[in-house]
Nanobody, 125 residues
């Protein structure tokens, strides 16, 4: 059974940094594109960042461009989200997701085949 497990969330002050990790198990995800999404209370799940199976192509939401960096280590079956200069509006549950590589449509939740359980990120002002 394929599984994605996120970690690294927490409570930080505005301006701080966090690095989220998402480790896959149960199958090899080297042929999967990976994405990060987030969901704040009362809001829909929204796209944050994604990268293709070998990490040489990325996409970011405008709201995080220049502050967040997505990367992956296929040897460790792990994808990361480095979050710098965090803002209170970044507060949300962050989810990683895996999509079988077939195109570069990464911003829609329904494109993804596997999801993690989420990790809470809270940014205080």
């Amino acid at each position: 059974q394929a599984q994605l497990v996120e970690s690294g969330g927490g409570l930080v002050q505005a301006g701080a940094s966090l690095r989220l990790s998402c480790t896959a198990s149960g199958r090899t995800f080297t042929r999967y594109d990976m994405g990060w999404f987030r969901q704040a209370p009362g809001k829909e799940r929204e796209f944050v960042a994604a990268l293709n199976y070998n990490g040489d192509s990325t996409d970011y939401a405008d709201s995080v461009q220049g502050r967040f960096t997505i990367s992956r280590d296929n040897a460790k079956n792990t994808v990361y989200l480095q979050m710098n200069r965090l803002k209170p509006e970044d507060t949300a549950v962050y989810y990683c997701a895996a999509k079988r590589t077939r195109d570069s449509i990464w911003r829609r939740t329904y494109e993804y085949d596997y999801w993690g359980q989420g990790t809470q990120v809270t940014v205080s002002s």
